[in-house]
């Protein structure tokens, strides 16, 4: 499991929930020229009383992951919370984690750990 949190200025103040999962889905829907990664299901879902927070979800396969074994891929989770501040819309916080594992292996004790860390995200001040 990693986990990580990247924090600072939007280039554009966004007009509406829509736009800002339509901005956040172009993002993290990137997995590289390269080839390693094979995207299988992703979901973008707008959360907050504001809508300034998108949560994401994305399943993958690693194809080149070392440590592979016999398994021709390893699953691969990535689930986030971008969120706009509310009274500063520009200021935003993108805090995730994300999972590979062998094919099979369970990940709920995981998840729940992650899921404690994007259900910490408060905002103060300005």
Known sequence: MQAGAVEGQTARTYGGADELAESVRTMKSQWGAD????????????EGEQGNCVRYRLYAEDTQAKGRGAHPSLPLLSVGRLCLHPRARKHAVDLYYSIRS???????????????????????GP
């Not at 080839?35 to 707008?46: A, F, L």
């Not at 062998?102 to 103060?124: I, N, R, V, Y």
């Open 35 to 46: 080839g390693r990664y094979r995207n299988i299901k992703e979901t973008y879902e707008v």
């Open 102 to 124: 062998a094919p099979d292996f369970a990940t709920a004790d995981l998840e729940t750990e992650g899921e404690a860390l994007l259900g910490s995200l408060q905002f103060s």
